[in-house]
């Protein structure tokens, strides 16, 4: 996502980001790799859709998953 890619990733691999990322909107997650590969067709063949996401997922990593959020995070938590 930090370099404007869109994740395709298992339910496994997306755990944990479920409170930051949207499933459709900032990411796919797929169930077997027969939808993996129709997904990725998908954003080859879907230009809208590929850059709405990896937009959507940047701005998102940017805003959550940066040194300065992480440092903020810290900071927030042990005064």
Avoid at 11 to 21: I, Q, S
Avoid at 27 to 51: G, M, P, T
Avoid at 52 to 60: F, L, N, P, Q, V
């Amino acid at each position: 996502m930090q370099m404007k890619k869109v994740c395709v990733t298992t339910w496994k691999g997306f755990r944990g980001y479920d409170k930051v990322f949207e499933i459709g909107k900032d990411c796919i997650v797929v169930n077997s790799d027969e939808e993996f590969a129709s997904q990725i067709i998908n954003l080859l063949q879907d230009d809208k859709l590929r850059e709405s996401i990896t937009e959507s997922a940047y701005t998102k990593q940017q805003t959550y998953y940066t040194q300065s959020a992480f440092n903020k995070v810290i900071a927030d938590n042990i005064k």
